[in-house]
């Protein structure tokens, strides 16, 4: 693997972990400009917490059999707190996603196993966070904090794929696959459907999907000259609307014509408290590898394909129902039907090309792996 810091290769230290070392690196670009008075845009692209999952020993055993309990019992817990706080409403079927295993069904073993990457996970998300911190408190430090835009997002749902069981010899022969040495370098860890779907409480479906599980990530914003704190809001967003809004806070008007017009739209007056929501009626689509969404106002039409789903088109109300957890296309077919449209105009304007018949994503994965073997 290279690494490079522009053009540039560069050597890594012996003691090389990616959270650590790109954040010690956005520290010096920081301290290389502070004192030049002129604005600065840093992008701080974690690995963590992408497989393999690693982290420091400390940090990993702080975990140590705190989810015992397994994925069943925490998933339940967690919905819980959520609806305490005000995050999802209550009432929701939070059972488990087609392919979570019950964890009553595992062995001792197996449940030992499965504990230990979850803890290790929690290290390493534990340890990605530290690091957010440690580079708050550096702007802060500086004098920069308050007069710094500072966004926290994530780019999809929960994991459920487990390569070392799609590979096992591949994986077997590169990492170290042991039980006491899980987390550390130069070993494997992933942690599977069962807590990708603790991640992902109490939505459907993982990374992969259309569903709320595959698509639906945090975003918090930290800029208190304009953005009010503790202000939350449910409004439909997407990472569209990113660059419009950096765009807007810096006082950047977007450009209005030409090939190269923003799509999204700035979301300002949503975090201002000046509006309540962004696009309102407007319908938004996506397409990825099969799987597709189309968000209109509370309502969302989505399809997956297998092994996350069957490709029939399903219909959800996502304020009242944000788990996907009953099908409305029954009771409103003139809206499936302009969802669908508003899809066929996503797919036409967009240049989509449909995956073929019996497409499947895990069969696409072994065939793109076998290919590359050649």
Not at 40 to 47: I, V
Not at 125 to 144: N, T
């Amino acid at each position: 693997m290279h690494f490079y810091e522009g053009a540039k290769e560069i050597d890594l230290p012996s003691d090389f972990y990616s959270t650590k070392f790109y954040t010690d690196k956005m520290l010096d670009y920081i301290d290389e400009h502070s004192a030049d008075g002129k604005p600065f845009f840093g992008y701080l692209a974690y690995q963590a917490v992408h497989q393999p999952h690693q982290a420091p020993d400390d940090f990993i055993r702080r975990y140590e059999h705190a989810y015992d309990s397994g994925w069943s019992a925490i998933r339940q817990i967690r919905y819980s707190r959520q609806v305490e706080l005000g995050i999802m409403p209550d009432g929701l079927d939070v059972s488990a996603t087609p392919g979570v295993p019950d964890w009553n069904s595992l062995s001792p073993d197996e449940k030992r196993l499965n504990s230990k990457r979850m803890a290790v996970y929690a290290g390493m998300v534990e340890y990605m966070d530290m690091s957010v911190g440690r580079v708050l408190d550096h702007l802060k430090s500086k004098g920069l904090l308050d007069n710094t835009i500072v966004l926290f997002m994530s780019d999809n749902g929960g994991e459920s794929a487990e390569l070392a069981k799609f590979f096992p010899a591949y994986y077997a022969k590169n990492f170290d696959l042991s039980y006491d040495r899980l987390g550390q370098k130069g070993s494997y860890s992933e942690y599977g459907p069962g807590w990708a779907n603790v991640s992902m409480t109490p939505l459907a479906n993982f990374k992969g999907s259309a569903s709320e599980g595959g698509v639906r990530a945090p975003l918090i914003i930290r800029y208190p000259e304009k953005i009010a704190i503790d202000r939350r809001s449910d409004a439909f967003v997407s990472v569209v609307d990113v660059v419009p809004t950096l765009l807007d806070l810096a006082g950047v008007p977007p450009r209005r014509s030409g090939g190269d017009v923003l799509i999204g739209a700035s979301l300002v007056p949503l975090l201002s408290g000046a509006a309540r929501d962004i696009h309102g009626e407007v319908a938004f689509a996506q397409e990825v590898a099969g799987g597709a969404a189309v968000f209109r106002g509370d309502y969302k039409l989505v399809r997956n394909a297998p092994p996350l789903g069957d490709m029939k088109w399903r219909l959800y109300n996502l304020r009242l129902d944000p788990a996907e957890s009953r099908d409305i296309s029954a009771d409103d077919p003139k809206l499936v039907e302009s969802l669908r449209a508003a899809y066929a105009d996503y797919v036409k304007k967009n240049g989509v090309v449909e995956v073929p018949k019996g497409y499947a994503i895990d069969g696409q994965l072994k065939k793109n792996m076998a290919r590359a073997k050649k």
